[in-house]
């Protein structure tokens, strides 16, 4: 099993920028790639991005694109999430998860997922 825990999230104005991170602890060498999601009050999780863990490779949600940046640090054992522009409606709770081998990156279904942060929320003003 992987440990995941989010950090980063707070209150920032609309146009702002935040940087997530996630710090993976554990079976992290069984780890074949790692995603964002997040949730809003009311709706179902929803696919961020998501990235190969010892390759390269990232995949990203199309209404997202040029705004968030998934990047890892392998040797730190971290996954980040830059988001830039932000908008009221980014506002969630943003949630890492971790698959493993046999999993697709290209598959955002939170199934494809084995292991689950508790999240971190970001709130954004207008």
């Known amino acids: 099993q992987v440990q995941l825990v989010e950090s980063g999230g707070g209150l920032v104005q609309a146009g702002g920028s935040l940087r997530l991170s996630c710090a993976a602890s554990?079976?992290?060498?069984?780890?074949?790639?790692m995603g964002w999601f997040r949730q809003a009050p009311g709706k179902e999780r929803e696919f961020v991005a998501a990235i190969r863990w010892s390759r390269s490779g990232t995949y990203y949600a199309d209404s997202l694109k040029g705004r968030f940046t998934i990047s890892k640090d392998t040797a730190k054992n971290t996954l980040y999430l830059q988001m830039n522009s932000l908008k009221p409606e980014d506002t969630a709770t943003y949630y890492c998860a971790a698959g493993r081998p046999g999993s697709n990156l290209y598959n955002p279904q939170p199934t494809s997922y084995a292991d689950w942060g508790q999240g971190t929320h970001v709130t954004v003003s207008s």
């Open positions: 554990g079976r992290t060498f069984s780890i074949y790639k």
